[in-house]
């Protein structure tokens, strides 16, 4: 799968909200965009999946316009313990398909 | 919540030595993966398994690494003469079929990791 484009880092402070953009200008019919979290010397863990539209869980809401081109996770009122990487992902559904990371997008949130 | 464990948490070693990392995959899961970090650079796929074979490996994948899914629970990775680029975090993931509700079928789920140092 071809790769994303999100921004290297982004610096915030607790209690505001965060949006993370992702451009995927080529992303295919079969794609899925899943976004997943990585702290420091952990394995990245799994946050939000979706296709079109706009998808909410308990953790960030995700937003993916009509033209699929890019998507933008949305974490509200984030505090010190947000401080990760974050991956957008193009994925496929169904099992054993790999997983292709980009460098991500760095979030330092402060006091 | 069921989790990946892996073994162990940090391995040194001599180049030219055999290494194997352990996995323990969630129970029910029939999809397994390796894939590696090194310090400050991106999470890299290795390889997939299923059915007891490999599905797809990468080209890192070459022959000194073997996988193999000796009993019902665990999965390992072996290196067979490690060197000095092999120093990496080795993660190992596990998917499928079942996923708690809202969560994705083919959601991966990591383990910590095992910090691979090569002297």
């Known amino acids: 799968l071809a790769k994303t484009t999100q921004p290297i880092s982004m610096d915030s402070y607790e209690g505001q909200e965060v949006n993370i953009t992702c451009s995927h200008n080529?992303?295919?019919?079969?794609?899925?965009i899943t976004w997943y979290q990585q702290f420091p010397s952990q394995g990245p863990r799994f946050i939000i999946q979706g296709y079109k539209t706009k998808v909410t869980n308990e953790v960030a809401s995700l937003f993916i316009p009509a033209d699929r081109k890019s998507s933008t996770l949305s974490l509200p009122r984030v505090s010190l313990s947000d401080t990760a990487v974050y991956y957008c992902l193009r994925t496929l559904t169904g099992g054993g398909n790999k997983l292709t990371f980009g460098t991500g997008t760095q979030l330092k949130v402060e006091l | 919540e069921p989790e990946v464990t892996q073994t162990p948490s940090h391995q040194v070693t001599q180049m030219g030595q055999e290494v194997i990392l352990r996995c323990v995959p969630i129970?029910?899961?029939?999809?397994f993966y390796w894939y590696r970090q090194i310090l400050g650079q991106k999470v890299e796929f290795l390889v997939s398994?299923?059915?007891?074979?490999?599905?797809?490996k990468s080209e890192i994948f070459d022959d000194q690494f073997s996988v193999e899914r000796p009993d019902g629970s665990n999965f390992t990775l072996k290196i067979r003469s490690t060197k000095l680029e092999d120093s990496a975090m080795y993660f190992c993931?596990?998917?499928?079929?079942?996923?708690?509700?809202?969560?994705?079928?083919?959601?991966?789920?990591f383990g910590p990791g095992t910090r691979l140092l090569v002297l």
């Open positions: 129970s029910n899961h029939l999809y």
């Open positions: 080529n992303i295919a019919t079969n794609d899925y």
């Open positions: 993931a596990s998917s499928g079929p079942r996923s708690p509700s809202g969560v994705p079928q083919e959601t991966q789920y």
């Open positions: 398994f299923y059915n007891n074979e490999i599905s797809e």
